[in-house]
């Protein structure tokens, strides 16, 4: 009988190293998507990845390995999606189906920022957790009435809230507390650094971009030099081209001689790796503030490699961001 005990405390021990593994492996897959998420919708990652570990049995559910749902979402008479049937509260129950996981992130997080019975979530702070997870289930996100010590156990025992940190730019990813309880630099946490913008040719000698003159200047040319030469004060060169305190080019650019445009050519600019915001501007001709107005932005944020920015209008939304670090 000792025997036996001891064998069945060694099976459960080796359960449950199992299962802590996928849990760890679910997080440092999707912590990312948590993140941007927040960044776009207010869903604190820490909830979002809370929920996914429990809806999903750390991604090895039925249904998010047939579906990529991976937070329970029912198709409701109002999606229009593709659907896939699954057994849950009743037999066969129709559930929503995604391209991708980041279709799935995308959608909770619309799901909750979009509907009215969750309007209260975001009065609260998102790094509270605990008042979140309550919320959740008040607003009857889920039938289990243990549903918030679920999610607040997860939390607290992966240190997801972490993650919330992150996104609000109150900790560093370096700072990150692994998920599991260990701490490392850099550890468990994608650091892009971005590449340099895409090399595009101009013409020599004075031109027109959205029909605003401009010149491409090398790094190291005097702004005072270019000033001068093209009989303009250098107060106002500086201003035309959102530069502060620099007396030499620290990198080629265009260089505008007249203030630019308070909308763009053209109507959208779809970002590309290794361009920055003040690169998008002077590319498109476009006043920074106009940029950052039309899409919910701040000079320091920057938005993710492939997301469309509006140039001519107010963008509904703001576009998903890069975690960006080491940004030169």
Same mark, same amino acid.
């Given at each position: 009988m000792k025997r036996l005990l001891m064998g069945l405390t060694l099976l459960a021990s080796h359960w449950l190293q199992a299962q802590n593994s996928d849990v760890v492996k679910y997080i440092d897959t999707y912590k990312e998507l948590a993140i941007r998420e927040m960044q776009r919708s207010g869903v604190p990652a820490s909830i979002t990845l809370a929920q996914g570990v429990h809806e999903t049995m750390a991604g090895k559910s039925v249904l998010v390995l047939k579906s990529n749902n991976h937070f329970g979402i029912k198709c409701k008479s109002s999606w229009t999606g593709d659907k896939v049937y699954h057994d849950d509260d009743a037999r066969g129950e129709c559930f929503r189906s995604?391209?991708?996981?980041?279709?799935?992130?995308?959608?909770?997080?619309?799901?909750?920022?979009?509907?009215?019975?969750?309007?209260?979530?975001? +009065?609260?702070?998102? !790094?509270?957790y605990k008042e979140w997870a309550? $919320?959740?289930?008040?607003?009857?996100?889920? !039938?289990?009435?243990?549903?918030?010590? /679920?999610? /607040?156990?997860?939390?607290?025992?992966?240190?997801?809230?972490?993650?919330?940190? /992150? %996104?609000?730019?109150?900790?560093?990813?370096?700072?990150?507390?692994?998920?599991?309880?260990?701490?490392?630099?850099?550890? $468990?946490?994608?650091?892009?650094?971005?590449?340099?913008?895409?090399?595009?040719?101009?013409?020599a000698g004075e031109f027109k971009i959205n029909n605003t003159r401009v010149v491409y200047v090398k790094a190291g040319t005097s702004l005072l030099s270019v000033a001068a030469q093209f009989d303009i004060s250098l107060g106002r060169l500086l201003d035309f081209n959102d530069i502060r305190n620099e007396d030499v080019l620290i990198q080629d650019q265009l260089l505008y001689l007249q203030r630019k445009r308070k909308a763009?050519?053209? #109507?959208?600019? +779809?970002? +590309?790796?290794?361009? !920055?915001?003040?690169?998008?501007?002077?590319?498109?001709?476009?006043?920074?503030?106009?940029?950052?107005?039309?899409?919910?932005?701040?000079?320091?944020?920057?938005? %993710?490699?492939?997301?469309?920015?509006?140039? +001519?209008?107010?963008?509904?939304?703001?576009?998903?961001? #890069?975690?960006? /670090?080491?940004?030169?």
């Open positions: 995604y391209p991708s996981a980041a279709d799935s992130y995308a959608d909770h997080s619309d799901f909750l920022k979009n509907s009215a019975r969750y309007a209260a979530l975001f +009065q609260l702070d998102p !790094t509270d309550y $919320g959740l289930k008040k607003a009857g996100y889920a !039938t289990n009435n243990r549903y918030p010590e /679920i999610l /607040i156990r997860l939390v607290e025992e992966y240190k997801l809230n972490d993650y919330t940190l /992150i %996104a609000m730019g109150t900790t560093k990813p370096s700072d990150e507390a692994l998920a599991g309880g260990n701490t490392s630099s850099n550890a $468990g946490m994608a650091v892009i650094d971005l590449p340099p913008a895409p090399a595009v040719s101009y013409p763009g050519e053209k #109507e959208f600019h +779809q970002v +590309q790796a290794g361009e !920055t915001l003040y690169g998008i501007c002077q590319a498109e001709g476009l006043r920074l503030e106009s940029l950052l107005k039309y899409n919910h932005l701040r000079e320091d944020q920057q938005p %993710a490699v492939g997301e469309k920015l509006y140039l +001519q209008s107010h963008a509904p939304e703001r576009p998903r961001l #890069e975690l960006v /670090i080491n940004k030169k």
